[in-house]
């Protein structure tokens, strides 16, 4: 029985006719569907990841590979604009120290010139000092021979002392008269040498000052064609940057798009990886759930075998059902057989005889005390009744009930449904029960399948799973053991299933779901489980 149950129900009776046998072929029909309800059966495979073609790959992988050529070839042409630049930069770095030497030639050649220049001022104006030397000499020495021819020896010496101003040009004339009387054509032939010396000293610096002009020159033009080698291959240089700018811009666009292109090829194959590595986790899952659902299958086959050979277990289910009413009757009918019916027997307390009320599902209005999540409940369901105990004990006891309850797999869930003699029609609730038509469905509830299972071994449960949750030994969940009742939710009103073994349980799950077995679900199961064979 699942939480949330309305309180109206759907009056229904249920004839006595369907035999087991029936019942029994029911479960094998259905036991198919499992295949989405047994643990490890319900696919976990996500849904399938894009699939790449080949011809996808193939023209990722071609544009990489073309992308690589172009980078290639980018980088040779940058390797070689790098080269042209070292180039350039040497030849520039050349001119410049050229420059530097054109202009250390000319400063030299300017020095050189200028002192070319005062050598050619000193030796002119030597010549014109001896030159007016000369024309002084040769003019006292015309007066002193005109006088002397005039006057005579005697006068001309006496008048040169009279005509002297001073002591020194009395000195310079009488010397001048002494070197005139003792060599005058010496004198003025050693003048007309000094002048011819003065004159050629003047010749020669006019020489090295011409020389030095031309070399002056010679390096202002030097340096003219220096500086203009300079801008050309500043020229020269500026556009090889430029050009390598532009090719290592196109290599860096290049490079992008390699990049992209990886990237593009990186994904696809992570795309292929990731949806072959879903093809085999889809085909591991298919494999499994095949091989489960037919171990499903055989082991549900086995358990209704078993089932329909323990005709011991099958009278005393059958005597269980007799005189009991359904839990979802609601009237009373005096006119009924409560020792002949099926389903619809009803006595005068209300209350069918596995002790739930009228409407099959808990009364929250009602004083019947519920069980303590904390500790066991000793309380009992109004009215009192004695706790169902089984005719058959031990360890075949449990396997019957496994037994009966394996031999339901893959019958469809239906609320409200199943009682001792096997799956029955469901009935309304007024919200999801209905919108699966679980009303129109036969089959099993979670406390249904209980009754059908205990039933085996003359245990009578109420179908609801609150009162199933006290009909027992209570004990803690870490002492759980096959054929154990697990309960789920505050006071167990949400859901039962019955422990295998091994971490499994059986159960009728919810609606749209069919009878299977799960992994035991921990959270939100009760304290306690409930033993009814010890």
């Given at each position: 029985?699942?939480?949330?149950?309305?309180?109206?129900?759907?009056?229904?009776?249920?004839?006595?006719?369907?035999?087991?046998?029936?019942?029994?072929?029911?479960?094998?029909?259905?036991?198919?569907?499992?295949?989405?309800?047994?643990?490890?059966?319900?696919?976990?495979?996500?849904?399938?990841?894009?699939?790449?073609?080949?011809?996808?790959?193939?023209?990722?992988?071609?544009?990489?590979?073309?992308?690589?050529?172009?980078?290639?070839?980018?980088?040779?042409?940058?390797?070689?604009?790098?080269?042209?630049?070292?180039?350039?930069?040497?030849?520039?770095?050349?001119?410049?120290?050229?420059?530097?030497?054109?202009?250390?030639?000319?400063?030299?050649?300017?020095?050189?010139?200028?002192?070319?220049?005062?050598?050619?001022?000193?030796?002119?104006?030597?010549?014109?000092?001896?030159?007016?030397?000369?024309?002084?000499?040769?003019?006292?020495?015309?007066?002193?021979?005109?006088?002397?021819?005039?006057?005579?020896?005697?006068?001309?010496?006496?008048?040169?002392?009279?005509?002297?101003?001073?002591?020194?040009?009395?000195?310079?004339?009488?010397?001048?008269?002494?070197?005139?009387?003792?060599?005058?054509?010496?004198?003025?032939?050693?003048?007309?040498?000094?002048?011819?010396?003065?004159?050629?000293?003047?010749?020669?610096?006019?020489?090295?000052?011409?020389?030095?002009?031309?070399?002056?020159?010679?390096?202002?033009?030097?340096?003219?064609?220096?500086?203009?080698?300079?801008?050309?291959?500043?020229?020269?240089?500026?556009?090889?940057?430029?050009?390598?700018?532009?090719?290592?811009?196109?290599?860096?666009?290049?490079?992008?798009?390699?990049?992209?292109?990886?990237?593009?090829?990186?994904?696809?194959?992570?795309?292929?990886?990731?949806?072959?590595?879903?093809?085999?986790?889809?085909?591991?899952?298919?494999?499994?759930?095949?091989?489960?659902?037919?171990?499903?299958?055989?082991?549900?086959?086995?358990?209704?075998?078993?089932?329909?050979?323990?005709?011991?277990?099958?009278?005393?289910?059958?005597?269980?059902?007799?005189?009991?009413?359904?839990?979802?009757?609601?009237?009373?009918?005096?006119?009924?057989?409560?020792?002949?019916?099926?389903?619809?027997?009803?006595?005068?307390?209300?209350?069918?005889?596995?002790?739930?009320?009228?409407?099959?599902?808990?009364?929250?209005?009602?004083?019947?005390?519920?069980?303590?999540?904390?500790?066991?409940?000793?309380?009992?369901?109004?009215?009192?009744?004695?706790?169902?105990?089984?005719?058959?004990?031990?360890?075949?006891?449990?396997?019957?009930?496994?037994?009966?309850?394996?031999?339901?797999?893959?019958?469809?869930?239906?609320?409200?449904?199943?009682?001792?003699?096997?799956?029955t029609l469901g009935i309304r609730d007024g919200g999801v029960a209905d919108s699966y038509g679980d009303y129109k469905k036969v089959g099993f509830d979670c406390s249904g399948l209980m009754i059908y299972a205990f039933a085996g071994i003359g245990v009578s449960l109420p179908h609801y799973t609150g009162y199933q949750y006290t009909a027992g030994e209570q004990l803690p969940?870490?002492?759980?053991?096959?054929?154990?009742?697990?309960?789920?939710?505050?006071?167990?009103?949400?859901?039962?299933?019955?422990?295998?073994?091994?971490?499994?349980?059986?159960?009728?799950?919810?609606?749209?779901?069919?009878?299977?077995?799960?992994?035991?679900?921990?959270?939100?199961?009760?304290?306690?489980?409930?033993?009814?064979?010890?």
């Amino acid at each position: 029985m699942r939480p949330g149950a309305p309180r109206g129900t759907h009056r229904r009776r249920f004839s006595r006719a369907r035999t087991r046998s029936a019942q029994l072929l029911v479960g094998l029909a259905v036991v198919t569907s499992l295949v989405a309800g047994t643990p490890g059966f319900s696919s976990a495979v996500p849904p399938p990841p894009p699939n790449p073609s080949d011809a996808d790959l193939q023209q990722a992988t071609a544009g990489v590979d073309s992308r690589l050529g172009q980078v290639g070839a980018l980088v040779n042409e940058v390797a070689a604009a790098d080269q042209q630049l070292s180039a350039l930069d040497d030849a520039v770095a050349i001119k410049r120290e050229g420059v530097n030497k054109a202009l250390v030639d000319l400063q030299n050649a300017r020095d050189i010139a200028g002192a070319a220049a005062g050598a050619v001022g000193s030796t002119l104006q030597a010549l014109r000092d001896a030159g007016a030397q000369i024309e002084l000499a040769q003019t006292k020495f015309d007066e002193f021979a005109a006088n002397t021819y005039r006057q005579g020896t005697g006068v001309a010496s006496f008048a040169s002392f009279l005509g002297s101003q001073g002591p020194g040009d009395v000195l310079d004339r009488a010397q001048l008269m002494k070197l005139l009387a003792t060599n005058r054509s010496s004198v003025l032939d050693g003048l007309q040498r000094a002048r011819t010396a003065e004159a050629n000293k003047n010749s020669t610096a006019r020489q090295a000052k011409q020389q030095a002009d031309d070399a002056a020159s010679a390096a202002e033009s030097r340096k003219a064609d220096a500086e203009n080698a300079i801008q050309v291959a500043r020229t020269a240089l500026a556009e090889q940057a430029g050009k390598k700018a532009q090719v290592e811009a196109q290599k860096a666009a290049a490079e992008t798009a390699l990049a992209a292109a990886r990237d593009n090829v990186s994904g696809l194959q992570t795309q292929r990886q990731a949806f072959v590595n879903w093809d085999t986790q889809r085909a591991a899952e298919a494999a499994a759930a095949a091989a489960a659902a037919e171990a499903a299958k055989q082991a549900a086959a086995q358990a209704a075998a078993r089932v329909a050979a323990n005709q011991a277990a099958a009278e005393r289910a059958r005597q269980l059902a007799e005189g009991q009413r359904s839990h979802t009757q609601i009237e009373d009918d005096p006119g009924a057989d409560t020792s002949g019916t099926d389903t619809s027997g009803t006595d005068t307390s209300g209350t069918d005889k596995s002790g739930t009320d009228k409407s099959g599902t808990d009364d929250s209005d009602s004083d019947t005390p519920k069980p303590s999540p904390s500790k066991p409940s000793t309380s009992k369901p109004s009215p009192a009744k004695p706790k169902p105990k089984p005719s058959v004990t031990g360890s075949a006891a449990v396997e019957t009930v496994i037994d009966r309850g394996m031999s339901q797999l893959g019958v469809t869930y239906a609320w409200g449904g199943g009682n001792a003699n096997g799956p029955t029609l469901g009935i309304r609730d007024g919200g999801v029960a209905d919108s699966y038509g679980d009303y129109k469905k036969v089959g099993f509830d979670c406390s249904g399948l209980m009754i059908y299972a205990f039933a085996g071994i003359g245990v009578s449960l109420p179908h609801y799973t609150g009162y199933q949750y006290t009909a027992g030994e209570q004990l803690p969940t870490s002492q759980m053991k096959r054929g154990d009742m697990i309960f789920y939710g505050p006071n167990a009103s949400q859901h039962v299933a019955l422990y295998l073994g091994n971490g499994e349980m059986l159960e009728a799950p919810e609606s749209g779901d069919v009878v299977k077995i799960s992994p035991v679900r921990w959270g939100g199961m009760t304290p306690y489980v409930v033993r009814m064979v010890s």
